[in-house]
């Protein structure tokens, strides 16, 4: 059916359970369609049924992405294409370049492998300085919802965690939490920063504190 069905004027695709498909079908149905695609949401697509990657260069006009149930083998891939093709100015002068220039929003939900590579995260963002002329895909939302063993802390790595922390300051959206069958929900870049920095003001009672604060503290109690 996928080899001659014709959706011209498919908008939203939601793929519940992505079975195998051989020279992906799935693929030529949209490209051969030419349909305005916006939204697409696929569970179980990434890594091992469907090579998701030829799909989404078919699919320019793509806003919003949700994968469900994703293998983190597959994810990778996917990231380290949007951080190579985020500045859209390069799609003019060459076309391979061209990778969802419109996408918006991009969740992963329910990833049960081991987390992505986090440093390329922030690369998926323009750069707090940029030329004026410089146009990038408008990614204003990222979600990443992993489910591990909540009894084992997990945290970013500092470098990581400050860059996504100063994204959200520019008010981009960024969502990644750990979550476990209980639907108990840690917020990671919240997590980390009270680990990385709020446990400097366990660790040292005087950090935060001035120094003129400190000498004549120890002056009075001298």
Not at 43 to 48: D, I, M
Not at 82 to 111: C, Q, W, Y
Request: glycine share 4%.
């Amino acid at each position: 059916m996928l080899n001659k069905l014709m959706l011209p004027s498919l908008v939203d695709l939601e793929v519940r359970e992505c079975i195998p498909l051989e020279n992906n079908s799935l693929e030529h149905l949209v490209s051969r369609s030419n349909c305005p695609l916006r939204k697409m949401s696929l569970t179980q697509a990434l890594g091992v049924e469907l090579d998701i990657i030829p799909l989404l260069r078919v699919t320019p006009l793509l806003e919003k992405l949700v994968f469900s149930e994703a293998d983190s083998r597959g994810i990778r891939e996917l990231l380290d294409i949007l951080a190579r093709t985020k500045l859209v100015n390069d799609i003019s002068e060459d076309p391979n370049m061209m990778f969802l220039p419109h996408l918006e929003n991009l969740s992963f939900i329910g990833v049960q492998d081991e987390s992505p590579p986090w440093h390329v995260v922030p690369s998926l963002f323009p750069p707090t300085w940029h030329p004026a002329n410089s146009q990038y895909r408008p990614l204003r939302r990222f979600e990443f919802r992993i489910c591990t063993d909540l009894e084992v802390e997990h945290h970013l790595d500092k470098d990581v965690l400050l860059q996504l922390r100063e994204i959200q300051q520019r008010d981009y959206d960024l969502i990644i939490v750990n979550e476990d069958v209980n639907t108990d929900v840690t917020d990671l870049i919240q997590a980390s920063y009270d680990f990385h920095i709020g446990s400097r003001i366990s660790s040292d009672d005087n950090w935060g504190v001035e120094d003129g604060e400190e000498a004549d503290e120890k002056g009075s109690n001298a």
